[in-house]
């Protein structure tokens, strides 16, 4: 089976720098994704890696390290917008995505 | 369409009862995926659309849920005899062949389903 780690909550204010976690056990592994999801919505698509290292879009950012089993997302200049929850996502198989349990980020001025 | 459609937005059945919801995919996406998330929880995988090929059903949780998918276009997941712990949000997504991961899913805003 496959399984996802990630924190609960994570709380920062306006202006700071966050990091997301997300460690994996999957039987095989063809790349980590972040989702992210505000209250009600729908999941929108924030990033994917493939390889190791870093990628950057603008104030998101995301990491992995395959022989970690870990990557994280990292949220720069944090805006009130931002609160909303956080999901990564393993692809271990043909195409289906199994998701974490979501990191609730609660921005405050 | 522009995005991924839904319906209903909302759907209060009783218990024991059959319900249908839709997906209208982005136009062109040969990949559909159809996903549940309960209250707080991340999203649980229920079955997989790719063309003509048959469909990965390995998520879904009873033989009461079945879903289908039409002309390549459109789908219906159906909820046989609903059972209070069905009560969820169902979301689908869409996504183009082997670019599902570097352009990711494009979700819609799903169907809440309470049964009571």
């Known amino acids: 089976g496959q399984s996802l780690e990630q924190p609960s909550e994570v709380t920062a204010v306006e202006g700071a720098i966050v990091q997301i976690n997300c460690t994996y056990q999957t039987s095989g592994f063809y790349g980590l994704s972040w989702y992210q999801q505000h209250d009600g919505g729908a999941p929108t698509f924030l990033s994917y890696n493939a390889l190791d290292g870093l990628e950057e879009t603008g104030r998101f950012s995301s990491f992995l390290s395959r022989s970690d089993s870990y990557g994280y997302l990292l949220l720069q200049e944090l805006q009130m917008k931002d609160s909303a929850s956080y999901f990564c996502a393993v692809r271990d198989g043909y195409s289906t995505l199994t998701f974490g349990k979501g990191t609730m980020l609660l921005v405050s001025p | 369409g522009a995005g991924v459609s839904q319906s209903p937005s909302n759907k209060v059945t009783e218990k024991g009862k059959d319900v249908e919801l839709r997906c209208d995919p982005i136009s062109g996406h040969t990949a559909l995926y159809w996903y549940r998330q309960s209250l707080g929880q991340g999203l649980e995988f229920l079955i997989y659309f790719q063309g003509n090929s048959a469909p990965d059903k390995s998520g879904l949780p009873s033989d009461r849920f079945s879903a289908e998918r039409t002309g390549g276009s459109v789908s219906t997941l159906t909820i046989q005899r609903t059972q209070q712990e069905d009560s969820a949000v169902y979301l689908c997504?869409?996504?183009?062949?082997?670019?599902?991961?570097?352009?990711?899913?494009?979700f819609g805003s799903g169907t809440r389903l309470t049964v009571v």
């Open positions: 997504a869409s996504s183009l062949v082997g670019q599902g991961e570097s352009y990711g899913y494009t």
